[in-house]
């Protein structure tokens, strides 16, 4: 199980080679990987029906209390096989959309490390795990959407898109901490989800807001719902995987796995069927006004996220049922309308919609696919789409509160879709042929086997809805209300409310869809939409925050070394001087010290040098009596038996001597800039250090507060880690997370360096 | 820089960079018993490639690093972190030691282990590092 988790990874790593070495069949090949995984999660579907959720446990972190668990229940593995399933077709489409493009090895390797975050978020049963893998695909969606970093919107959008999912990501980890809290200190979501008493928790109110911050800023719910048109600046495959399985729908997921713990209070109806319901009706109505392909289709995923958000906070028997199908049904034809989008673009240059007709008859497998899929999106029967509308129709109308306001919203969004799915599937095929870009022909296999078996699936599960109800949905409805309900989906449900609801939604759509283009010429007057959006508000934030981050980087980061100097010796001393002060007692305790004659030859060496490099006139005299400075350092660390430490002094010792030669040439004639007084102030503050430094030893080495570590540490040694060099065990072995940070650290730093180098000397060339 | 290099010194170097290099290693291998470790052969290597570059130029320097400082620092990084995760594929936690000692003819034991991977990770991050920033200095001093 952990394998098909990391596999995506692990092959990302792999993925740049092997595109470049398999040439055109890559697509195809790679999709084995998905396709594998896919099967692998339909032999869990009987397991988990069977016996119930499964917890799979790897250790990962146990000091930190932080495993790499998986737990595999209905929901999980309905979103693993929608993830892995649209996945493959998407990979072998990707293949053919960007044929020959120079960087598509780049876009399989972040393409596959986007999958594999993606499951990780669905299958993680630790929460830090979760958000490890949640904060992933934020960073991963932002390389994938600016993968066209040669456009500024691309990188613009990209960037917007990961500091709105990021910003609430950092919201939801507060928020996760508070669950972890809440549930007895367990950071496992099996456990804290068991404890009844999640609801009763103190800082409730506080929790939920923090973590619908998360998942309303990554499921693009109103007010944040702007990013997600913008993602579409992200090649076509990532916007149909993006949109229909993964990315958005994260959010979504960690509401239906959070349901059964802290759901069905009224803050979280109310919180999530409001904003929901106003994000479904927001996502139609914005879909109503858009001409672009790509455009109406992010929209109508807005609409879906708000209806999924909104049957989830209902919460009722109905609305998980309607919740689930409908995320089922919105995943296979979302995904499907996508990829044919993308087909059209590519095969006919344009995607705006007033531009393309007639072309039913050079592309007749888009047209016949474009028109099933859109049938389910437009919520007609034999759909499954259809049976996923009846019931949040029913779920609706049924809700414990406010029900007339979902209702009302449900059906306006409901005209609107009708709509544009019309709009969608017609439009570009009706008509008189027009003039494109590029001479239409259909697409390759490649691109069109993708959408042809999402959308007859459509069809299929429309027929014999028992079959992804029993297998798939029912499952899912368990984990997230918590309990199993019985219950089967059909397309007949008699002649009843939703039925006529439905009825009333599709000739008002339909003749909506007749007078389009007046209701565009309509719209296309109303710009005080595009004017006061709270997209608006996100780049006054921005520009906000670059006028604060130059206002304190003027302040803080203002260039001069002897003033970052001062500020953080001073500051040193004051807090440390104060706490010592305070906490040593008096007569402070100072430690016994006895001189052998050697060392205070070399420290009389040190300071010697020390004096002399801060007087001389010469640089190349203070290069060489820091030099005496440091070389003393190492002596007196091979006094104390450190030579690890000492051999490394030297080393960087020597190093330091090789830069300063390389920079000395650069350097002005030395010459007296600093006045006396400040020359005098600087004095003061060095010798307070140094005065502060040797106190504290003094102190140190007159109180033992607990037993040193270092003991222990020499003990186990040998039998535990097989190192006698005790210094070298604990920099890789007991210690070696911490090194690993040093040496990121190390390596960050030599790129700022090397920035810094680069960009005097390209100053210098203009 | 070429204008520094005398006949001796470059002499030296090309005799030089060899041993330091070969003794970086040394230091690198014996370093879990005896002083040494990664960080301090790293250093030593950068040392040894320092003094060549003071002898030669920075374009003879960069091919015998065999790859790009930037692309070192990244296999480094790669080796440290994958040393780490390879025990979790075990079934152990993150950066549990690995040891598979091996009996060498002539050698006697070789412990090799994932502490050495990582090792050695932060042995070519340190030179690289060092190579990247002497190398850019050396250049735009050119």
Same mark, same amino acid.
């Given at each position: 199980?952990?394998?098909?988790?990391?596999?995506?990874?692990?092959?990302?790593?792999?993925?740049?080679?092997?595109?470049?070495?398999?040439?055109?069949?890559?697509?195809?090949?790679?999709?084995?990987?998905?396709?594998?995984?896919?099967?692998?999660?339909?032999?869990?579907?009987?397991?988990?029906?069977?016996?119930?959720?499964?917890?799979?446990?790897?250790?990962?972190?146990?000091?930190?209390?932080?495993?790499?668990?998986?737990?595999?229940?209905?929901?999980?593995?309905?979103?693993?096989?929608?993830?892995?399933?649209?996945?493959?077709?998407?990979?072998?489409?990707?293949?053919?959309?960007?044929?020959?493009?120079?960087?598509?090895?780049?876009?399989?390797?972040?393409?596959?490390?986007?999958?594999?975050?993606?499951?990780?978020?669905?299958?993680?049963?630790?929460?830090?795990?979760?958000?490890?893998?949640?904060?992933?695909?934020?960073?991963?969606?932002?390389?994938?959407?600016?993968?066209?970093?040669?456009?500024?919107?691309?990188?613009?959008?990209?960037?917007?898109?990961?500091?709105?999912?990021?910003?609430?990501?950092?919201?939801?980890?507060?928020?996760?901490?508070?669950?972890?809290?809440?549930?007895?200190?367990?950071?496992?979501?099996?456990?804290?989800?068991?404890?009844?008493?999640?609801?009763?928790?103190?800082?409730?109110?506080?929790?939920?807001?923090?973590?619908?911050?998360?998942?309303?800023?990554?499921?693009?719910?109103?007010?944040?719902?702007?990013?997600?048109?913008?993602?579409?600046?992200?090649?076509?495959?990532?916007?149909?995987?993006?949109?229909?399985?993964?990315?958005?729908?994260?959010?979504?997921?960690?509401?239906?796995?959070?349901?059964?713990?802290?759901?069905?209070?009224?803050?979280?109806?109310?919180?999530?069927?409001?904003?929901?319901?106003?994000?479904?009706?927001?996502?139609?109505?914005?879909?109503?006004?858009?001409?672009?392909?790509?455009?109406?289709?992010?929209?109508?995923?807005?609409?879906?996220?708000?209806?999924?958000?909104?049957?989830?906070?209902?919460?009722?028997?109905?609305?998980?049922?309607?919740?689930?199908?409908?995320?089922?049904?919105?995943?296979?034809?979302?995904?499907?309308?996508?990829?044919?989008?993308?087909?059209?673009?590519?095969?006919?240059?344009?995607?705006?919609?007033?531009?393309?007709?007639?072309?039913?008859?050079?592309?007749?497998?888009?047209?016949?696919?474009?028109?099933?899929?859109?049938?389910?999106?437009?919520?007609?029967?034999?759909?499954?789409?259809?049976?996923?509308?009846?019931?949040?129709?029913?779920?609706?109308?049924?809700?414990?509160?406010?029900?007339?306001?979902?209702?009302?919203?449900?059906?306006?969004?409901?005209?609107?879709?009708?709509?544009?799915?019309?709009?969608?599937?017609?439009?570009?095929?009706?008509?008189?042929?027009?003039?494109?870009?590029?001479?239409?022909?259909?697409?390759?296999?490649?691109?069109? #086997?993708?959408?042809?078996?999402?959308?007859?699936?459509?069809?299929?599960?429309?027929?014999?809805?028992?079959?992804?109800?029993?297998?798939?949905?029912?499952?899912?409805?368990?984990?997230?209300?918590?309990?199993?309900?019985?219950?089967?989906?059909?397309?007949?449900?008699?002649?009843?409310?939703?039925?006529?609801?439905?009825?009333?939604?599709?000739?008002?759509?339909?003749?909506?869809?007749?007078?389009?283009?007046?209701?565009?010429?309509?719209?296309?007057?109303?710009?005080? #939409?595009?004017?006061?959006?709270?997209?608006?508000?996100?780049?006054?934030?921005?520009?906000?925050?670059?006028?604060?981050?130059?206002?304190?980087?003027?302040?803080?980061?203002?260039?001069?070394?002897?003033?970052?100097?001062?500020?953080?010796?001073?500051?040193?001393?004051?807090?440390?001087?104060?706490?010592?002060?305070?906490?040593?007692?008096?007569?402070?305790?100072?430690?016994?010290?006895?001189?052998?004659?050697?060392?205070?030859?070399?420290?009389?060496?040190?300071?010697?040098?020390?004096?002399?490099?801060?007087?001389?006139?010469?640089?190349?005299?203070?290069?060489?009596?820091?030099?005496?400075?440091?070389?003393?350092?190492?002596?007196?660390?091979?006094?104390?038996?450190?030579?690890?430490?000492?051999?490394?002094?030297?080393?960087?010792?020597?190093?330091?001597?090789?830069?300063?030669?390389?920079?000395?040439?650069?350097?002005?004639?030395?010459?007296?800039?600093?006045?006396?007084?400040?020359?005098?102030?600087?004095?003061?503050?060095?010798?307070?250090?140094?005065?502060?430094?040797?106190?504290?030893?003094?102190?140190?080495?007159?109180?033992?507060?607990?037993?040193?570590?270092?003991?222990?540490?020499?003990?186990?040694?040998?039998?535990?880690?097989?190192?006698?060099?005790?210094?070298?065990?604990?920099?890789?072995?007991?210690?070696?997370?911490?090194?690993?940070?040093?040496?990121?650290?190390?390596?960050?730093?030599?790129?700022?360096?090397?920035?810094?180098?680069?960009?005097?000397?390209?100053?210098?060339?203009? | 820089?070429?204008?520094?290099?005398?006949?001796?010194?470059?002499?030296?170097?090309?005799?030089?960079?060899?041993?330091?290099?070969?003794?970086?290693?040394?230091?690198?291998?014996?370093?879990?018993?005896?002083?040494?470790?990664?960080?301090?052969?790293?250093?030593?290597?950068?040392?040894?490639?320092?003094?060549?570059?003071?002898?030669?130029?920075?374009?003879?320097?960069?091919?015998?690093?065999?790859?790009?400082?930037?692309?070192?620092?990244?296999?480094?990084?790669?080796?440290?972190?994958?040393?780490?995760?390879?025990?979790?594929?075990?079934?152990?936690?993150?950066?549990?030691?690995?040891?598979?000692?091996?009996?060498?003819?002539?050698?006697?034991?070789?412990?090799?282990?994932?502490?050495?991977?990582?090792?050695?990770?932060?042995?070519?991050?340190?030179?690289?590092?060092?190579?990247?920033?002497?190398?850019?200095?050396?250049?735009?001093?050119?």
């Amino acid at each position: 199980m952990l394998i098909a988790v990391l596999s995506g990874f692990i092959l990302a790593a792999f993925a740049p080679w092997l595109t470049r070495s398999l040439g055109d069949k890559a697509g195809w090949i790679l999709a084995l990987l998905p396709a594998g995984l896919f099967a692998y999660f339909l032999t869990w579907v009987p397991v988990v029906i069977t016996d119930g959720a499964q917890v799979v446990h790897y250790p990962w972190i146990p000091g930190l209390d932080i495993s790499l668990s998986i737990l595999v229940d209905g929901l999980s593995l309905l979103f693993a096989l929608l993830i892995s399933g649209i996945g493959t077709f998407i990979i072998i489409y990707a293949g053919g959309y960007l044929h020959g493009h120079e960087d598509l090895p780049r876009f399989y390797a972040i393409m596959f490390s986007f999958m594999a975050a993606m499951l990780g978020v669905v299958l993680s049963n630790n929460i830090i795990t979760l958000f490890v893998f949640w904060e992933l695909t934020s960073i991963t969606s932002y390389l994938l959407i600016g993968f066209h970093h040669e456009q500024k919107d691309a990188r613009w959008f990209a960037l917007q898109g990961l500091l709105v999912t990021v910003g609430g990501g950092l919201a939801l980890l507060a928020g996760l901490i508070m669950l972890a809290l809440a549930g007895g200190g367990s950071f496992e979501l099996s456990e804290i989800l068991a404890n009844e008493d999640l609801r009763e928790y103190g800082f409730y109110t506080g929790m939920v807001i923090l973590i619908l911050a998360g998942t309303f800023t990554k499921s693009a719910q109103v007010p944040f719902h702007f990013w997600l048109p913008n993602a579409m600046a992200a090649p076509t495959p990532v916007s149909a995987f993006l949109h229909s399985a993964t990315m958005v729908k994260a959010g979504v997921y960690l509401m239906a796995r959070l349901n059964p713990g802290i759901g069905g209070t009224e803050l979280w109806l109310y919180a999530l069927g409001i904003f929901g319901a106003l994000t479904m009706f927001t996502g139609s109505f914005m879909a109503l006004r858009s001409t672009g392909l790509k455009a109406v289709l992010a929209y109508t995923t807005i609409m879906a996220l708000g209806t999924l958000t909104m049957l989830i906070g209902i919460g009722t028997e109905q609305a998980i049922i309607a919740a689930m199908t409908f995320l089922l049904a919105h995943a296979l034809y979302k995904a499907s309308l996508f990829m044919l989008a993308g087909a059209l673009d590519h095969e006919t240059g344009t995607k705006d919609i007033t531009k393309l007709g007639g072309l039913r008859r050079l592309m007749p497998i888009t047209f016949v696919t474009a028109c099933i899929a859109a049938l389910s999106l437009a919520g007609l029967p034999p759909l499954f789409g259809f049976i996923a509308k009846e019931l949040m129709f029913e779920a609706a109308l049924q809700a414990p509160t406010i029900g007339l306001f979902f209702t009302v919203l449900a059906v306006l969004s409901a005209i609107m879709i009708v709509a544009m799915a019309a709009v969608f599937a017609l439009r570009p095929f009706i008509g008189d042929l027009k003039e494109t870009p590029k001479k239409p022909h259909e697409a390759p296999l490649s691109m069109l #086997i993708g959408p042809v078996v999402l959308a007859s699936l459509s069809l299929i599960f429309g027929l014999v809805g028992f079959l992804p109800a029993a297998a798939l949905v029912a499952p899912a409805v368990e984990s997230v209300y918590g309990a199993p309900i019985d219950f089967d989906l059909y397309l007949w449900h008699g002649i009843n409310l939703p039925l006529m609801l439905s009825v009333l939604a599709v000739a008002l759509g339909l003749l909506l869809f007749w007078k389009w283009n007046a209701v565009l010429a309509v719209f296309s007057r109303m710009t005080f #939409i595009d004017r006061f959006g709270p997209e608006r508000g996100y780049e006054k934030l921005m520009d906000g925050l670059v006028w604060l981050a130059a206002w304190q980087t003027r302040l803080l980061q203002n260039g001069y070394m002897r003033n970052y100097l001062i500020t953080i010796v001073l500051t040193t001393v004051a807090l440390t001087g104060w706490t010592l002060f305070v906490h040593a007692g008096s007569p402070m305790p100072l430690g016994d010290i006895s001189f052998s004659l050697h060392e205070i030859v070399v420290a009389g060496l040190v300071v010697m040098g020390a004096i002399v490099a801060s007087v001389t006139s010469s640089r190349l005299g203070a290069v060489a009596t820091l030099g005496m400075v440091g070389f003393g350092i190492a002596l007196i660390y091979v006094f104390f038996s450190a030579p690890d430490l000492g051999t490394t002094q030297i080393m960087v010792e020597t190093l330091t001597v090789i830069l300063l030669v390389l920079v000395l040439f650069r350097l002005p004639s030395f010459q007296k800039l600093s006045s006396t007084a400040s020359r005098m102030r600087d004095a003061v503050v060095a010798v307070s250090l140094g005065g502060l430094m040797t106190l504290l030893i003094l102190a140190v080495n007159a109180v033992e507060v607990t037993e040193p570590i270092s003991d222990q540490l020499v003990a186990w040694s040998y039998p535990e880690a097989h190192g006698r060099n005790i210094v070298n065990v604990i920099l890789v072995d007991f210690r070696a997370l911490d090194t690993l940070g040093e040496i990121f650290v190390v390596g960050l730093a030599a790129i700022g360096v090397y920035a810094m180098i680069r960009l005097r000397a390209e100053d210098k060339a203009k | 820089m070429n204008s520094m290099g005398s006949l001796i010194l470059r002499t030296t170097a090309r005799f030089l960079l060899p041993l330091l290099l070969l003794f970086s290693v040394f230091v690198l291998l014996r370093g879990h018993d005896e002083p040494g470790g990664g960080f301090i052969a790293g250093l030593v290597a950068a040392v040894g490639f320092a003094l060549y570059l003071f002898a030669f130029d920075a374009a003879r320097t960069k091919p015998l690093l065999v790859m790009e400082p930037q692309v070192m620092v990244g296999a480094g990084l790669l080796a440290a972190t994958v040393s780490g995760i390879l025990p979790v594929f075990a079934g152990l936690p993150f950066f549990t030691a690995l040891w598979w000692p091996v009996e060498m003819p002539g050698f006697g034991e070789v412990k090799f282990s994932t502490p050495l991977i990582f090792d050695i990770g932060v042995y070519m991050v340190v030179l690289g590092s060092v190579m990247k920033i002497i190398l850019a200095l050396a250049e735009a001093e050119e």
